[in-house]
């Protein structure tokens, strides 16, 4: 029996999947995963995660349905056709995932496909972008005005999970996808981040979103403290596709509709959505700046204090405790992150781009549009940033946001007494080379970054001239 194809891009789950909906109606199914060199490409604490993403979806449809996800390697325009006719499927339904590198898979494909469809399925985001158009019918650039149309027209509605959905089980033999490693590059703390991880998966998802609603009240208040668990943690998640914006944002709605803090995580949301609407329109968003002006800025490249600030050295104790956070566990608070990126872009005035490529090889939810726009935003050349002139001082924000220095010592091993199992874990990745301080010294550390402030500032209005 012909069986129709359910391409798996970044879309691990079974509720509000409009692609897998699609090919359920038209008789059985075969989910497909394909290991192309794109995917291979990406940071490798990525593709570690998203190995788990596609074992959590391949053991869940084992679970229900007796057949688990065709993982075959290969590039798309060859693995699929073939598939196709080997399945005499007549439909290709995928979801649009508009990253750059799987629009341009997905056009190789279709160019290849013969009397067979592909079908492209929203669901990534919270609406399609051609929605949502500025006054002068091009993409929004100023994110206020962006969230605003956005919630008067309302995201799209989630759809049910398929209501009859079968597996094809005449297939061919695949790659064992319990026993799959994408990520043997990894670096050598894979026992360490594992020990670190949050749970993969639809259900472990909707879980955690349970558990944030019942911790919603205070999201305002605490999402910008460093020390504290506030925010939702569902960034892994939704890069994975393992639940969808629509969903999160309707039971955002049906659960606190109007408190102040549903509509500040709403925000949150429409934040991702603007990354990607943009990245939709400038897919080079993570290699040039938006503001083409900021092509001629003075970055510093192939500079040593970029490899102390990858190291997590830098001397700055709340540098360093991001950047440590992010070996040991895959993620990093936002605040940290922001205060990281600035750090790097303002007082060492090095290029964001080995910023973000370091970012990318190194979180577990890296997302490339999330990725590029806050990288840009922070350096100042990306649409609405923050002006350039704006430095965050990151031991002003550490008594701000760490006011009891726990989320430092939670990370720095011997700074301020700490003995922390986690900053602990950090040693456990390390290569044998890298030096790594035990103690800081706060007068240093402020005269370092007030000659990088001045140096950022002459560098900044040179620029102007
Ligand atoms: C330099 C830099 C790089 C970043 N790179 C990524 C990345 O690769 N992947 C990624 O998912 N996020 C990225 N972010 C955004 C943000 O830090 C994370 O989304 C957030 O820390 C995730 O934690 P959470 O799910 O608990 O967030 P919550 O506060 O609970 O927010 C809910 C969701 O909203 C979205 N969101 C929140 N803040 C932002 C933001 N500033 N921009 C875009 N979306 C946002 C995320 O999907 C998040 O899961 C980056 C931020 C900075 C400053």
Sequence with gaps: MAATLFWICRDFRIRDNPSL?????EGPVLPVFVIDRALMAQGAASRWRLARALKAFDAELRYRLGQGVLVL?????EVLPALAARQAARTIHASDWPCPAMRQAQDRLSSRLDGVALHLHPGHLLIHPAALRSTTGGTYRVYSAFARSLRNI?????CPAPTLLTLASDRPAGEDVQTLDLAPDLYSGEAVLERHALPAGETAAWQALGDFIDRLAGYQAGRDRIDRHATSCL??????????????WAAIQQSHAHSGDAQKFLSELIWREFAWHLLISFPAMAQRPWREEWAAFPWRNRDPAFEAWRQARTGIPLVDA???????TGRMHNRARMVCASYLTKHLLIDWRQGLAHFADSLTDWDPAANAMNWQWVAGC??????????????TQAKRFDPEARYQRRWLLGHLGSDSDAARDYFDTLPSDWIVPQCYDAKEAAEDLASGRRAALAAYEGMRV
């Design 235 to 248: 960034s892994e998640a939704l890069a994975l596709g393992e639940i969808s914006p629509r969903s999160i």
């Design 322 to 328: 991001g950047l440590r956070e992010m070996r040991v």
């Design 73 to 77: 390697r290969g590039e798309p325009e």
């Design 154 to 158: 309302g995201p799209d509605r989630p």
């Design 21 to 25: 909906c699609a090919a359920a109606n």
């Design 382 to 395: 990306g649409p609405d940033a923050a002006p350039f002139f704006r430095i965050f001082n990151p031991l």
